[in-house]
């Protein structure tokens, strides 16, 4: 009985710490490691880029993205050590711009 008891009580305990690991909402890793411009969290493009809906190349594109457009770095993923996808909202003015416009996405970095 109290060994089942305390079976219980580690798996509850590992049921509620470990998903903090994983990449849908837990530990973020630190921009800095990637050195974007002097540790800034805003970019301009400079290339026709394309924005996705998940970080995969199979993903469905969602637009693609003008030279000169302003994106704001949320997060990143990195898949392995040559494929780095980067979490992106896309900045737009609220006031005069269509409220059902796509203004997050992933791109590949």
Do not use: H
Request: positive net charge; proline residues 5%.
């Amino acid at each position: 009985m109290i060994k089942n008891l305390l079976k219980n009580i580690c798996l509850i305990i590992f049921a509620l710490i470990g998903p903090i690991t994983l990449p849908a909402g837990g530990i973020q890793k630190s921009l800095n490691q990637y050195k974007f411009f002097n540790n800034s969290k805003e970019i301009i493009i400079t290339t026709n880029t394309s924005l996705y809906s998940f970080p995969q190349q199979e993903a469905k594109k969602l637009m693609v993205l003008n030279p000169g457009t302003s994106i704001n770095i949320l997060r990143n993923w990195k898949v392995n050590e040559r494929e780095i996808w980067v979490r992106v909202k896309v900045a737009s003015n609220k006031i005069f711009e269509d409220p059902n416009k796509i203004t997050k996405g992933w791109i590949k970095m």
